[in-house]
């Protein structure tokens, strides 16, 4: 079956960075693409970018351009998000998401990332 | 690209039947027939349950289905019943090849 395992909890201070990834399996991930989407506690679903994970093209929420970075390694089946300059307004579940055209079929369990000093 | 909007809250009783408004523009809602609902229940990821405007995935009960008018798409849940308590969010691809995510609906099932 379709599963999206990703990394555990990150616990970040104030202007460093965080790497999450996002393991697949169950489906040919090349030909797939996936997403990264964060929710802030209490607060509403945030789309953040995606990937081709075929061709590695990206694409970018224009709030994120120049601190969102996402990558895939093909051979392991992984997609990956890294996020910098982190303040704590970044403190968030951060889900990834595998898209059947145009919308979300299966979610990763989410990774909580906290910003503190 | 501003989130869509929906409303805060709803509420109906076991039975009964509510609908959910996702208001955007043409550059999304309007332009497309691409949008999607999701549930989520507090502490877990959310769940597809409409996409591309009407269409159930598997497994997913006949009480949802989807519509939309315009710039305004709808989520309706009939026969109410207590697990559907949950957040609904309505997604839309946009014409800048990306997506937007509404402010999220609490549907309480008095």
């Known amino acids: 079956q379709v599963q999206l395992v990703q990394s555990g909890a990150e616990m970040k201070k104030p202007g460093a960075s965080v790497k999450v990834s996002c393991k697949a399996s169950?489906?040919?991930?090349?030909?797939?693409?996936i997403h990264w989407v964060r929710q802030a506690p209490g607060q509403r679903l945030e789309w953040m970018g995606w990937?081709?994970?075929?061709?590695?093209?990206?694409k970018y929420s224009q709030k994120f351009q120049g601190r969102l970075t996402i990558t895939r390694d093909t051979s392991a089946t992984t997609a990956y998000m890294e996020l910098s300059s982190l303040r704590s307004e970044d403190t968030a579940v951060y889900y990834c998401?595998?898209?059947?055209?145009?919308?979300?079929?299966?979610w990763g369990q989410g990774t909580l990332v906290t910003v503190s000093s | 690209q501003s989130a869509l909007t929906q409303p805060a809250s709803v509420s109906g009783s076991p039975g009964q039947s509510i609908t959910i408004s996702c208001t955007g523009t043409?550059?999304?809602?309007?332009?497309?027939?691409?949008v999607s609902w999701y549930q989520q229940h507090p502490g877990k990821a959310p769940k597809l349950m409409i996409y591309?405007?009407?269409k159930r995935p598997s497994g997913v009960s006949n009480r949802f289905s989807g519509s939309k008018s315009a710039n305004t798409a709808s989520l309706t849940i009939s026969g109410l019943q207590a697990e559907d308590e949950a957040d609904y969010y309505c997604?839309?691809?946009?014409?800048?090849?990306?997506?937007?995510f509404g402010g999220g609906t609490k549907l309480t099932v008095l």
């Open positions: 169950g489906f040919t991930f090349i030909y797939s693409a």
């Open positions: 998401a595998r898209e059947i055209p145009k919308s979300f079929d299966s």
């Open positions: 591309d405007v009407t």
């Open positions: 997604c839309s691809y946009t014409d800048s090849s990306a997506r937007v």
């Open positions: 990937i081709n994970a075929g061709n590695g093209n990206t």
């Open positions: 043409s550059s999304d809602v309007g332009g497309y027939d691409y």
